[in-house]
């Protein structure tokens, strides 16, 4: 019903639009406003959708002579297009279309350089997405990230850079770890959510702090390095850091996500430092309190998946402290990168 009468009121206020005595880029304008207002806090998939469809109604109206307008207009439809939800790739095709026509018009036509910067990476973000679902490049998407760094750089531009950061980190993680430069990328992706935080404090912007603290941990969690039991233990402290933020009662399946990456970290650390070959009972204790923890969390929120990773690695646990059958399954699954990053 709400979905119907939503519909309505925006084929009259379309229609009151086109017949506004106004001139073509004056009409432009009261579309694409009306675009921007659907995007903002969108309630449905329906008003994205209508808002592809101002924008494509605004390129009409466009004049020809207009070119950085139109080529704007190609990129708001975009920013609507990468919004759409759903399992298909199709929409992001189109946005990556629509980017890839809008930046050459911004760079010959003088558009600003925050302008095409913002463009730069909001190719970068369609480019990652498609290359998840086998769609594009990683490469593609790391050089638009690049690029769009030349302008966002930290002292001028804190939340794109640090926005930027994050996204050239999971698309260096992303990467096969097959070759010769996979040590280069971890090492590259833990410098670039080690610069994000540089930017993002736990005061003002406490969701990103704890989001870039948990892919943090994730990085030095798994890197290829010499120096295991340090990264281990820098990465508890990303950990902890995260869950300073993140907690059961407002973000019970963020707070999980990092509960179980902590898991995995204790699982390969020493109780004592000075004497590893002690053990880690200890630390897997800790370690099995925080699966089932994740796991009553997963289940509760219907992350079923996530609930039944976290439940086989916590049977994994307590074989190793001889407190529990040995599963079922194979026991191969190793450990789970488990939540982001």
Not at 28 to 33: A, D, F, I, Q, T
Not at 69 to 98: C, F, I, N, T, Y
Not at 256 to 269: D, F, Q, S, W
């Amino acid at each position: 019903m709400k979905d119907s009468r939503a519909d309505h009121e925006f084929v009259q206020a379309l229609a009151a639009v086109e017949a506004a005595d106004a001139g073509a880029i004056e009409k432009v304008e009261m579309l694409v406003e009306m675009a921007l207002g659907l995007q903002q806090k969108p309630k449905s998939p329906t008003q994205l959708q209508n808002a592809v469809t101002l924008y494509d109604r605004a390129l009409g109206l466009c004049p020809s002579s207009e070119k950085l307008l139109e080529a704007r207009l190609h990129a708001g439809k975009a920013s609507a297009l990468r919004a759409v939800p759903g399992p298909g790739v199709e929409p992001l095709k189109l946005a990556r279309a629509e980017l890839e026509r809008a930046l050459p018009v911004f760079q010959a036509c003088g558009a600003s350089g925050e302008e095409v910067a913002d463009a730069e990476m909001s190719l970068g973000v369609v480019l990652h997405a498609l290359a998840s679902a086998g769609a594009a490049k990683l490469t593609d998407a790391i050089a638009a990230y690049q690029r769009a760094t030349r302008v966002f750089q930290r002292s001028r531009y804190p939340r794109e850079f640090a926005i930027l950061q994050n996204n050239l980190a999971t698309a260096y993680l992303s990467m096969p770890m097959v070759d010769e430069r996979a040590k280069l990328r971890e090492a590259l992706a833990v410098q670039a959510f080690s610069e994000a935080l540089e930017v993002v404090s736990l005061v003002d912007d406490p969701v990103e702090y704890a989001m870039l603290q948990n892919n943090l941990g994730n990085a030095l969690q798994y890197a290829a390095s010499g120096h295991p039991v340090q990264n281990g233990l820098r990465a508890l402290e990303a950990y902890d850091a995260a869950l300073k933020v993140r907690n059961p009662r407002d973000t019970p399946i963020e707070f999980a996500n990092t509960i179980a990456n902590k898991a995995n970290c204790l699982r390969n650390l020493p109780d004592d430092l000075q004497t590893p070959e002690a053990g880690n009972r200890g630390r897997l204790r800790e370690a099995a309190g925080l699966y089932a923890q994740a796991a009553r969390l997963f289940r509760a929120y219907q992350e079923l998946d996530k609930a039944e990773i976290v439940e086989r690695v916590a049977a994994e646990v307590l074989l190793e402290l001889g407190e529990g059958a040995a599963p079922s399954y194979a026991p191969d699954f190793g450990i789970s990168r488990v939540g982001e990053g």
